[in-house]
């Protein structure tokens, strides 16, 4: 880790790649709260 | 209620630029450039600029999270944030809090000894400044993430 944040361009890389797995995590926490009617509307939405 | 929240809100960007400006400014510009500086020019980083801006830096990063709490408290949404049943403004709030900590708790007192400002042992100057260095960087990668979560609230990407 100390490797990455030695290196500037790593560091940013590394923002990157954690900003990609947060958008990734927060839509998957979204989804494990929706309940099962709330899931299949949006579902119906995306698929539409 | 509205006019409060707009000067809570405002109060915590200025506070959020102020602090990451600062952040970003040691990490993209001091830092780099500090093996280009002749040693005899040094203090002049060391003695005057630094000292100077880690007063608006550390207190930046208090305000920022003093008024991003207040204004999750006003709006009524601060416990679903920090429990993540509002995960898009929640991680970000969490990232700032931890980046705030990193501020006031690490990198503050490892610059302090670092730079001479209070008196410290010699030999323990070079390791301070690392990891004041390390902290500081950590702080710039989780920066990406959390202004990506905080602009999230507005347009969510997914």
């Known amino acids: 880790m100390a490797k990455i944040l030695e290196d500037l361009k790593l560091t940013v890389i590394a923002g990157v790649v954690l900003t990609v797995i947060m958008i990734f995590a927060t839509n998957a926490i979204y989804d494990s709260q929706m309940s099962a009617p709330e899931k299949a509307a949006t579902d119906m939405m995306n698929n539409m | ?158």
């Open chain 2, 1 to 158: 209620m509205e006019a409060e929240l707009f000067i809570i809100r405002y109060l915590h960007v200025l506070s959020g630029i102020m602090w990451i400006g600062i952040l970003w400014y040691f990490n993209f510009v001091q830092i780099p450039s500090m093996p280009k500086i002749p040693d005899d020019q040094k203090p002049a980083i060391s003695k005057v600029i630094a000292p100077e801006a880690l007063f608006w830096f550390r207190w930046g990063a208090f305000f920022t999270v003093f008024f991003g709490l207040a204004l999750a408290f006003r709006s009524g949404y601060m416990m679903d944030a920090l429990m993540l049943r509002e995960p898009n403004i929640g991680i970000g709030m969490w990232l700032g809090i931890i980046m705030a900590i990193n501020v006031w708790f690490v990198i503050w007192p490892a610059q302090k000894i670092a730079l001479g400002i209070v008196d410290a042992d010699a030999a323990l100057k070079p390791a301070m400044g690392r990891r004041a260095m390390l902290f500081s960087r950590t702080n710039t990668m989780l920066s990406i993430p959390m202004l990506a979560s905080m602009i999230s609230v507005q347009n969510p990407i997914m």
